[in-house]
């Protein structure tokens, strides 16, 4: 069975700093890997996948993750972050051609601070 | 397209009193979920279905009962709520790829 592990439960930022949420996953077979983002009182919503292909994967807003096999790492960064982006992030990991449920971390809280 | 909607946002419940939260998504996904969220614990898996007329127990069945009416809906009952039962309560319907697309949540108190 596949497991995830956020390396941070809150990750504190000045406004414009660049941020690095880690997710790191164990599996023994090929992954689709996903990021999430939840806003405060909302539901989750995707933030960008690895599904195959380049393994550099952009967001619409300016985040991007590195999907590293040999690392099993997906790790989740943005040059410069803004207020906006205050919110609780999960990475998720299923299993490509397997079962129907995918594995999330318990999720990174990313506080960005004028 | 509406996307994935759930009803109802809020209820308050007692002791022993049961509910239907409904969640219906217009995707056309044969995968649809139930979780649950809870400070510090993540999501947690209630239920899944694969597919309709299936179901499965996920991690945190124990309380819970779902139906799969259809393609489109798939409800979550309790049927004598208890106040470890408060919690966020979350629908989502799922692509091949495991894509999940989430409703905007029903926040459940049990008092």
């Known amino acids: 069975a596949q497991s995830v592990t956020q390396l941070d439960s809150q990750v504190p930022v000045f406004e414009e700093a660049p941020v690095e949420l880690r997710c790191n996953y164990s599996s023994s077979v090929s992954v689709y890997l996903f990021w999430y983002v939840q806003y405060p009182n909302q539901g989750l919503q995707l933030l960008l996948k690895y599904l195959s292909g380049s393994t550099l994967v952009e967001s619409i807003n300016g985040f991007e993750a590195e999907f590293n096999k040999s690392q099993t790492s997906f790790h989740l960064r943005k040059p410069s972050v803004h207020i906006s982006d205050t919110a609780e992030y999960f990475c998720a990991v299923s299993v490509s051609g397997g079962s129907y449920i995918p594995t999330f971390g318990r999720g990174t809280s990313l506080i960005v601070h004028p | 397209n509406a996307g994935v909607t759930q009803t109802p946002k809020f209820q308050v419940l007692k002791t022993g009193q049961s509910m239907t939260l409904q969640c219906a998504q217009d995707m056309n996904h044969n995968s649809m979920y139930w979780y649950r969220q809870d400070p510090g614990m993540g999501l947690r898996l209630i239920y899944y279905s694969a597919s309709e007329?299936?179901?499965?127990?996920?991690?945190?069945?124990?309380?819970?009962?779902?139906?799969?009416?259809?393609?489109?809906?798939?409800?979550?009952?309790?049927?004598?709520?208890?106040?470890?039962?408060?919690?966020?309560?979350?629908?989502?319907?799922?692509?091949?790829?495991?894509?999940?697309?989430?409703?905007?949540?029903?926040?459940?108190?049990?008092?």
Do not use: H, I, M
Request: include cysteine; proline fraction near 5%; aromatic fraction near 10%.
């Open chain 2, 53 to 111: 007329g299936t179901t499965d127990k996920g991690e945190v069945p124990n309380g819970y009962n779902v139906s799969r009416l259809n393609k489109r809906e798939f409800s979550l009952r309790l049927e004598s709520a208890a106040p470890s039962q408060t919690s966020v309560y979350f629908c989502a319907s799922g692509t091949v790829s495991n894509e999940q697309f989430f409703g905007p949540g029903t926040r459940l108190t049990v008092l």
